[in-house]
């Protein structure tokens, strides 16, 4: 890097937990239902009403700061963070304050600079609190006031906060992309940024070099960012704009209260928010309607052993079992765990993971992505798929045939042998083979003499003909005998 | 006095409540009067005490993933000042959303 400054970045992350029901009442959290049809007097506030912990909530939660290598605490409260806002209809969110159920942890992400490196990202804290509702602003017959759906109030989130480790907009990119996944493959959350299921919030300023040594800038926070991409391009504008303003104002950390801005994406600009408290007076005190929660060594060690086998561990085992590449083996880990075991059914079934590899990469990822298919759905089973790998692979037919097979296959729901047979593929005996190219090089005398005269490419013309002649020639073949036979003649 | 004329102004304003100079010193008195007698607790030697997340000692209360039925809207929204029949109406929230 080359610019007088380094980019200091912390994410923290909410992702909503996989539960059936809220985090203190039996309210489903399920997404898309209409406005407030999910609600009781427990997550509308009303008073009296008393919250009880979801276990499920909690053991999401554990079992998500093991896989990031967190420390679990033995004993963990809830707390509240007063503040008034529409959507919080208690006027306090049930969070964790000084006694987290995790701390201490780390993440590794490859590091964008370097191909095959991980760059180690330190985790502060992993807890769970309730989310807030929905507001939505309407100007509709020039009344601007809100509306507030509370379907999503008390739904459970586990914030994750990093230190401020991440160094590029690219880095911040890959380790959400690396959460995500790890995440998904625990089952504990699904991520989904369009439904609200994954939330990004950016701490980024930069540490500029000067003569008396580095000097950092002020903190900004940034919110409102939509996507991953969406993400990487706030903080590059972000990093931008701090170092156009250091140069012009040279103000420093603590010069200036922090900032929120929101990212617009229609502009590719953030802005400055007005902050929701004068002062981020919270007021936190243990939750009174809450027990705390214990854990015990031999829980912990429960959990851990449901974890599975994690996406980074996955990767280094497909590489080494299959033989195939580990860029392969990244690109069948990010598309999730069914998929991966998909292929390396594929893969067992014809003995060659780096076909089985190339086939779902280019043949099965294609069929999914164009009818907008889960793995669990496509209609070819892995079996069937590796035998009719099997036969490309021993020269029975070439690759463009076999995507004619998997075709036929994906359309009749035909076995593998059944749709060979249907398009009438049968491998041609090499005597066969040599009839037909000896007949094709009588009839085109032309060519004839291009080959002769070192004109190779005039060998196309014949593998065409051979090609209309008999669909189950074998276009190399039929290349390497024609030459053979022009050498001879 | 334990609690402070700008205390009470500053936290009558984090609780949203909009208090007249008469009714700050009022709070003010009686606030202080309430700290003043739970003063008392301060008298008792903690040193060799456990401090404690809770009230009473019981954890781990929980309940299991199960859905139960939610109010019907019409319930839920009876309350509101102003509601829609869909959603709560409240005065324009600006900023972020
Ligand atoms: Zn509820």
Redesign the interface.
Known sequence: MNKPYAIIIGLEVHVQLL???KLF????TAFGA????????VC?GTPGALP???????LLSVKAALGLNCQIAR?T?WDRK?Y????LPKGYQISQYD?PLSRDGHLDIPDPEQEGQVRRIRIIRAHLEEDAG????DEVAGK???????NRAGTPLLEIVSQPDLRSPAEAKNYLTELKLLLNYLGVSDCNMQEGSLRVDANINLHVATPEGNVATPIVEV??MNSFRAVERALAYEAQRQWELWQETGQRIGDVPKQTR?WEEEAQITRP???????S?Y?YF?D?D?????ISEDAIAHVRQSLGELPADLRTRLVGQFGITPYDSDVLVSQGRPLVDYFIAAAEACRDGKAAANWVQQSVLRVLNERQMPIEQFPVPPAELGRLIDEVQSGKMETSRGREVLAEMLATGKSAAAAIDALGIVQVDEADLETLCAELLASNPKVVDDLKQGRLKAAGALIGQAKKRNPNVNATRVREICLQLVQRM | MPISHQQVTRVSLLGRLLLSEEETETMTAQLGQILTYMQLLDEVDTDQVEPMAHAVEVSDVFRGDQLAPSLARDLALANAPQHDGECYRVPAVLGDA
């Open positions: 539960t059936s029901s009442c039996g309210c489903s209409a406005p407030n049809t999910q609600t009781c007097v509308t009880v912990m979801n276990r499920q909530a909690y004993l409260k007063n008034y806002y529409p959507d006694m929905k507001s939505m602003h601007a006031d809100s509306r507030i759906d509370l919110k409102n929101g928010q007005r902050s929701k408290e004068e002062s007076d007021r243990p009174p809450l027990a705390p929660v214990t």
